[in-house]
């Protein structure tokens, strides 16, 4: 019996400092990592999220762009910060789903190190060409594919990226060949494929609609299981008899492993509260995104699956980084 009122005692303790950590949280700035440079789908969100809460909650917030190895960088410094929720990162699935399965070694364990805060939104991916291409559907693309396998170009922000994947399913799918070109980013990838020296580029919705609402380029197909409401007009992969390509980038909130769960649950309430405020909500769907938000479980169980159904896309294709 004396033992079972320690023990209760304990937890009563414990639960006590809990609170007392939420309740006091936070008393210094937190500090939001993005591991892309300032401009970008990823950075905008951040910010967006970021500015938001402080105006709510007179939090103050700092976005610490940390750019490098597909995101790694960032990642591995998150994971290797103090677990005291002063550190977080907002993670996607190119780098905590994907970098796991394309690099032989990472410095950092993206299932052990990191724990999930909250979905943030999904970015799907838009297969676009130049305004003055023959290719008007995905069906023309597929039949001059089939006719001349190897022949077409299609350019990514990179290797491994989720656009690579879209690629190389799309391929499998089809039975196509595609010759894959592979650029750092879309800033020299667009103005290629505008000047005729690649034929398609595959991107998110959000870092590319503003090149397609001007009539720069345009699109072909999205990913999405439905039309996305800004491209209404742009049929998916599956409504073009194109099966199995439904991809897109998840964002996430993530913090190191450890981090008081007191702490956690308050940014997840944070982030779930704000995501249905009208002016965020609007201008997150603006950009072509997706809304999620759930709970952490929600952003473990979902970035898992997609490993897990991924994996063997990239072992298939021998798709590797180091």
């Known amino acids: 019996m004396r033992r079972l009122v320690r023990i209760s005692a304990a937890i009563l303790l414990c639960a006590g400092v809990a609170n007392a950590v939420a309740q006091n949280y936070p008393d210094r700035p937190i500090r939001m990592v993005v591991p892309f440079p300032a401009g970008g789908g990823t950075d905008n969100l951040a910010r967006l999220l970021t500015t938001s809460l402080a105006n709510k ?47 032989g070694k990472l410095s950092y364990d993206p299932v052990k190190d990191l724990e999930a805060v909250s979905s943030v939104a999904s970015g ?36 491994g990226t989720i656009a690579h994947l879209v690629n190389q399913l799309w391929q499998n799918a089809s039975g196509v060949k595609f010759t894959h070109v592979p650029y750092k980013g879309m800033a020299q990838a667009v103005p290629d494929l505008i000047g005729g020296q690649v034929d398609m580029y595959i991107g998110s919705i959000p870092t590319l609609l503003s090149q397609i609402q001007g009539g720069k380029i345009r699109a072909l197909g999205v990913t999405t299981a439905k039309r996305s409401p800004v491209l209404p007009d742009v049929p998916t992969y599956t409504e073009s008899g194109i099966r199995g390509v439904e991809l897109a980038s998840v964002w996430g909130v993530m913090a190191p492993a450890g981090t008081p769960k007191a702490i956690v649950d308050k940014w ?20 072509g995104a997706e809304l999620l938000g759930g709970s952490p479980r929600s952003l473990t169980d979902l970035y898992a699956s997609e490993r897990a159904r991924l994996a063997p896309v990239i072992r298939e294709a021998d798709i590797k980084l180091d």
């Open 268 to 287: 997840n309430a944070e982030i779930n509260e704000l995501l249905k405020q009208p002016d965020v909500k609007q201008k997150i769907l603006a950009t």
């Open 57 to 103: 909650l007179h939090w103050t917030i700092t976005v610490d762009n940390k750019p490098g190895a597909g995101g790694n960088l960032a990642l591995d410094n998150v994971a290797k910060s103090k677990p005291d929720g002063y550190t977080l990162v907002m993670a996607q699935t190119d780098n905590v789903v994907l970098n796991s399965l394309l690099y």
């Open 124 to 159: 799907p991916a838009v297969i676009v060409v130049r305004a003055d291409s023959p290719y008007k559907t995905l069906a023309d693309v597929v039949a001059a594919a089939k006719a001349k396998p190897g022949a077409l170009t299609v350019a990514t922000p990179g290797t």
